[in-house]
């Protein structure tokens, strides 16, 4: 049989090209300086400060994936619990915020936690002293979870969605109260959801220089406006590179634990 | 039942969460005055001075330009390479599979500075060229993800079946493998579309100057500050996705081949 299967054939030399080629040059760049194999790159990271920016960006992305998922579990219990009619609409709710472009969604949080924002205004009037907001772990998270909570709740809600209801009826048969049915039923079948929607929020989350940015200020340091720092300030490609080999590491590690939940679910949570 | 109040109550808790901030940008989008804090009187002022800044329409004008771009020619390229890739065999399908999740795996932030190093070590001058090269690179994964669970499904055996019926396997594919898979084709192009259109981190580094899109305008606005115009571009914007979203629900009500939600969640989780 005469085989179309040379249609791959541009793809692979493009993924060669515009895939491989460039992970590999990061790679090459956090290794190799002028020409010899050297871990300086690596051992500058070493630095006090350095290491403190990498533990602060994990602590605030396990920190918004916790609440994530706090308040994403129940928001989808919810929304998978109502009728048909319902269940859409408020699933298009939840997804309009969402399809609004990032930046705007991160900029209005600057419009409310400002000093001038509407929050410390309302503070005024209630006659109490303004507070500084903005520029904190405090908003950075809040912009995480802001931004991220439908990662979350999507997977979640999927999962829930798709479960077998008789499941749950067994288990009330059998005498188990809703406590019951919850941890021993409804939770564990909703593992896959929760690993992927962990997975979801976190990445983004440790890696992002945006919400900081915007929401912490410009001194303020996650792993992520470290490395843009070094390519697009400092200019020192080899410690830039090697930062986001070691933010490569932490994605691959936190996803390594993961995939152990998602295991025995037939793809019910990837998005297409 | 007070169980069931509480319920409503807190999913309220949660919308008004997400609403808020929306809301808020949309009310101050309307305030003559320029701080944020006061309300001054009704305006639209803002929406003025937003169509008159030139380099928002020209960011605008690359989005949507690299957007349909990046979306068509990842498509075709996307499509060939499932077709191809579903006639390999499966261990070289799987390892060209692997290699095409790197970039959907990859935090944004390492795939464009991995182009950006690319880009400039082999001389070539960041701007517009560049930057839709990334957004077909970050484009293609997702339009072959989802293509090729279709293709699994039928297309071998009814390729067989029309070349036993005498078809060239061009022929084949045109007439019976593409009208198969052609709502994965459509759903791979949408995602693609949204992703290039919303995406800011790896259009930052693999743009030059003179080129970007509106997420950069944003961000280099935002980071000076908070600005009316702003405000009256994501009233624009927020009205664009509500009216969008309105028109595919109802779309797909009247089409009523997929549950409309579910569909919308699973795309919605692309952006």
Redesign the interface.
Same mark, same amino acid.
């Given at each position: 049989m005469k085989k179309t299967s040379w249609l791959a054939g541009p793809y692979l030399v493009w993924m060669g090209l515009f895939i491989v080629i460039p992970l590999v040059m990061i790679l090459v760049y956090a290794v190799m300086e002028e020409g010899t194999l050297s871990i300086e790159a690596f051992s500058k990271f070493m630095q006090p400060v350095y290491v403190k920016v990498l533990a602060r960006s994990v602590w605030l992305a396990l920190l918004s994936t916790a609440i994530c998922l706090f308040v994403g579990y129940p928001a989808a219990m919810f929304i998978a619990g109502r009728e048909k009619g319902v269940r859409n609409l408020l699933l298009m709710l939840f997804l309009v915020p969402m399809w609004m472009n990032f930046l705007l969604r991160t900029y209005a949080w600057m419009t409310l936690l400002g000093n001038n924002g509407l929050i410390n205004r309302f503070l005024g009037l209630l006659g109490l002293p303004a507070m500084a907001l903005m520029y904190n772990d405090v908003a950075v998270v809040l912009g995480m979870v802001y931004n991220f909570l439908p990662f979350m709740v999507l997977p979640i809600y999927t999962v829930l969605h798709r479960m077998d209801q008789s499941l749950i009826e067994a288990a009330r048969d059998l005498g188990a109260g809703s406590a019951g049915v919850f941890t021993k039923v409804t939770l564990p079948l909703s593992m896959p959801g929760i690993a992927s929607g962990i997975t979801m929020v976190f990445m983004p989350a440790v890696s992002t220089f945006v919400i900081s940015r915007l929401l912490g200020g410009g001194q303020y340091m996650l792993i992520g406006n470290l490395v843009e720092q070094q390519f697009l300030v400092q200019g020192d490609w080899n410690f830039g590179s090697a930062i986001s080999m070691i933010l490569i590491v932490v994605i691959l590690v936190s996803m390594g634990i993961m995939s152990r939940f998602e295991k025995g679910q037939e793809g019910g949570v990837t998005p297409w | 039942m007070v169980k069931k109040w509480i319920?409503?109550l807190? /999913?309220l808790g949660?919308?008004i969460?997400?609403?808020? *901030? %929306?809301a808020?940008?949309i009310a101050?989008s309307f305030n003559a005055g320029k !701080?944020?804090?006061?309300w001054e009187g009704f305006t639209l002022k803002w929406y003025g001075t937003l169509f008159q800044n030139q380099q928002i329409s020209s960011a605008l004008y690359y989005t949507l330009l690299v957007a349909v771009l990046s979306a068509t020619i990842a498509t075709v390229?996307?499509v /060939? =390479? /499932?077709?191809?890739?579903s006639?390999?065999k499966p261990r070289w399908q799987k390892a060209?599979m692997n $290699?095409?999740y @790197? *970039?959907v @795996?990859? *935090?944004?932030?390492?795939t464009g500075? =991995? #182009? &950006?190093?690319?880009f400039v070590?082999v001389g070539v001058r960041l701007g517009f060229g560049t930057m839709l090269?990334a957004h077909i690179?970050f484009n293609?994964p997702?339009v072959?993800?989802?293509v090729a669970?279709r293709l699994r499904k039928s297309s071998a055996r009814l390729m +067989?079946a029309a &070349?036993d019926l005498g078809a060239? *396997? &061009?022929q084949a594919?045109w007439k019976v493998v593409l009208p198969e898979i052609f709502p994965g084709i459509m759903?791979g192009f949408l995602?693609a579309f949204?992703l290039s259109i919303?995406d800011? $981190?790896i259009s930052f580094?693999t743009t030059g100057s003179g080129v970007s899109n #509106?997420?950069i305008e944003?961000?280099s606005m935002?980071?000076r500050?908070?600005k009316p115009e %702003?405000?009256a571009? !994501?009233t624009l @914007?927020?009205l664009t996705?509500?009216l @969008?979203? %309105?028109g595919i629900?109802l779309l797909s009500k009247r089409g009523g081949k997929k549950?409309?939600? +579910?569909g #919308? /969640? +699973?795309? !919605?989780? &692309? $952006?």
């Open positions: - | 319920g409503r807190y /999913a949660v919308f969460f997400l609403y808020a *901030p %929306i808020v940008l101050y !701080s944020r804090g006061r390229i996307g /060939a =390479a /499932a077709i191809g890739l006639q390999m060209a $290699v095409n @790197l *970039p @795996l990859n *935090p944004d932030i390492v500075i =991995a #182009l &950006m190093l690319f070590s090269l690179v293609i997702y072959i993800l989802s669970p +067989e &070349m060239t *396997p &061009m594919l759903s995602i949204t919303d800011f $981190v580094f #509106l997420s944003i961000y935002a980071r500050g908070v %702003i405000n571009l !994501s @914007l927020f996705v509500l @969008l979203l %309105i629900n549950k409309n939600g +579910e #919308l /969640a +699973e795309q !919605s989780l &692309m $952006v």
